[in-house]
């Protein structure tokens, strides 16, 4: 979601994604195009934390803009 940064349905797992992303050296987001402005029940991390986004389709402008402004690699 835009606005609330990379969520997650499992909170468990949300909490160990945390984790690693704080030990991590480089945060790759690895998303398919469905997962875009869709909000689950955990937030994990914001798009300040964020290095790289991954996806298999370009998202729309305000995605792109969004990547742009928090300086974050967007590989489509």
Do not use: Y
Not at 27 to 32: F, G, H, I
């Amino acid at each position: 979601d835009r606005d609330r940064g990379v969520t997650e349905s499992n909170e468990p797992d949300a909490v160990v994604k945390q984790v690693m992303a704080s030990q991590a050296k480089r945060r790759v987001l690895l998303a398919d195009h469905s997962k875009f402005d869709q909000v689950v029940l955990a937030k994990t991390l914001d798009w300040a934390d964020i290095d790289c986004v991954i996806t298999d389709l370009q998202p729309g402008r305000k995605w792109v803009d969004l990547f742009k402004k928090n300086d974050i690699q967007l590989i489509c």
